[in-house]
């Protein structure tokens, strides 16, 4: 009876010191336990997020971007002028020479050489006509085509050396107000274009 008194104490004492051996009950290690793993976890799954994430790229300031581009190159007067048409109208004059518009043009008595002497109000009223000069289509002209360059590089057209103009009261093809006008120091003439020469127009006799 003593013997089974002391296998009993035994087994209780060690059942006693088997509980107070870690200082936690059985249901605290397990959360314990639960809590720790999803530590790691989280802290795993952080780790490989950061180690895939792609190295972010630097963006493009606009002042970087401008001074990435290339300067444009912007073309002078004279080739921004192009070319223009010159035909031949039919007027009170008779044929005279005319824009590929059909408007008259006109030749300026003042003008000297390759100068032209109409800037301005003059040029304002009298219009240059600009670019490199070109017969239309179908058209023959006789006399010489060419140019002359203006203040500021642009082309302006020439017809047997003498610069041409408009006229900003011709508001239509075929009229010829410009014709024999006194202004801006010197005369104005249409062109007229013959079947064998060409000649100015005018009831004052001027002339090339």
């Known amino acids: 009876m003593a013997t089974e008194t002391a296998r009993t104490s035994n087994v209780a004492g060690s059942r006693h010191t088997g509980r107070r051996g870690t200082g936690l009950p059985r249901r605290a290690i397990v959360m314990t336990a639960t809590i720790a793993g999803v530590a790691v976890t989280g802290l795993f799954l952080a780790a490989c997020g950061s180690s895939s994430s792609p190295p972010s790229t630097p ?5 970087a971007a401008a001074a990435s ?16 048409t010159l035909k031949t109208e039919s007027t009170s004059l008779g ?5 590929g518009a059909g408007m008259t043009v006109y ?3 003042a003008d000297k050489g390759d100068t032209s002497a109409c800037t301005g109000a003059c040029a304002a009223a009298w219009p240059p ?12 002209l006789p006399g010489k085509l060419g140019t002359i360059t203006r203040a500021g590089g642009v082309r ?3 017809y047997n050396g003498h610069p041409l103009y408009t006229f900003a009261a011709d508001t239509a093809p075929g009229q010829v107000n410009g014709n ?15 079947a064998s020469d060409t000649s100015t127009t005018s009831s004052g006799g001027g002339g090339w």
């Open 59 to 63: 963006s493009t300031t606009p002042a």
């Open 69 to 84: 581009t290339p300067p444009s190159t912007a073309a002078s007067p004279a080739v921004a002028a192009g070319t223009v």
């Open 95 to 99: 044929v005279v020479l005319a824009d």
């Open 107 to 109: 030749w300026f008595a």
């Open 129 to 140: 006509v600009t670019g490199t000069p070109q017969a239309a289509a179908g058209v023959s």
């Open 156 to 158: 302006q057209a020439t």
């Open 180 to 194: 024999d006008v006194d202004g801006f120091g010197a005369y104005w003439y249409a062109i007229t274009i013959g």
